[in-house]
T-cell receptor, first 112, second 112 residues
Framework: NAGVTQTPKFRVLKTGQSMTLLCAQD?????MYWYRQDPGMGLRLIHY???????AKGEVPDGYNVSRLKKQNFLLGLESAAPSQTSVYFC???????????FGQGTRLTVV | AQSVTQLDSQVPVFEEAPVELRCNYS??????LFWYVQYPNQGLQLLLK??????LVKGINGFEAEFNKSQTSFHLRKPSVHISDTAEYFC??????????FGAGTRLTVKP
């Protein structure tokens, strides 16, 4: 029972490079979320999805794009990475909407 | 969207002492409340949740929290802490069919 799986676990990017973070869940959850975690700021919501084919902006969406082509997958893209995007990224899913969220183990991204 | 305020960024306490981690939320409608724990280099794990019903909620590892609607608070308590409780604790709030928002976190340090 995998739960929520994030790929990759670590990544170093150069400024201006692009990358995609993959989140996969096997719990048939409708809602999926992407958060970033920075020291002293807790988890801030980047984007979320309420179902396959839908996405919505969270608190800090600038510089990120997302897609939810399949119910089980939620992709987070950085088109042109900046040092300010150095962070730990967490994916989560929940069902029914608004109740307990299950988290992945996180992706530590460093932009140099 | 609702906001969540954790009133203490750091709480040092001696082993076997009681502890309270404070959380306030702002919402004018029914809200779901959660406490999560994060151990170093790991994802978030649910401690307890309030969805409806009894205002005193019991969770894992001996933690409990009380929902106080008039004070819009959801404080986390444990009567006797252990060294192994050292971790970061996050309060979160959501509304049905809406996203989940987190507080900035409280770092609990249990000293021998």
């Amino acid at each position: 029972n995998a739960g929520v799986t994030q790929t990759p676990k670590f990544r170093v990017l150069k400024t201006g490079q692009s990358m995609t973070l993959l989140c996969a869940q096997d719990m048939n959850h409708e809602y999926m979320y992407w958060y970033r975690q920075d020291p002293g700021m807790g988890l801030r919501l980047i984007h979320y999805s309420v179902g396959e084919g839908t996405t919505a902006k969270g608190e800090v969406p600038d510089g990120y794009n997302v897609s939810r082509l399949k119910k089980q997958n939620f992709l987070l893209g950085l088109e042109s990475a900046a040092p300010s995007q150095t962070s730990v990224y967490f994916c989560a899913s929940s069902y029914p909407p608004g109740t307990e969220a299950f988290f992945g183990q996180g992706t530590r991204l460093t932009v140099v | 969207a609702q906001s969540v305020t954790q009133l203490d960024s750091q709480v040092p306490v001696f082993e076997e002492a009681p502890v309270e981690l404070r959380c306030n939320y702002s919402s004018s409608v029914s809200v779901y409340l959660f406490w999560y724990v994060q151990y170093p280099n790991q994802g978030l794990q649910l401690l307890l949740k309030y969805l409806s019903g009894s205002t005193l909620v019991k969770g894992i590892n001996g933690f409990e929290a009380e929902f106080n609607k008039s004070q819009t608070s959801f404080h986390l308590r444990k009567p006797s802490v252990h060294i192994s409780d050292t971790a970061e604790y996050f309060c979160a709030a959501s509304r049905r069919n809406n996203d989940m928002r987190f507080g900035a976190g409280t770092r609990l340090t249990v000293k021998p």
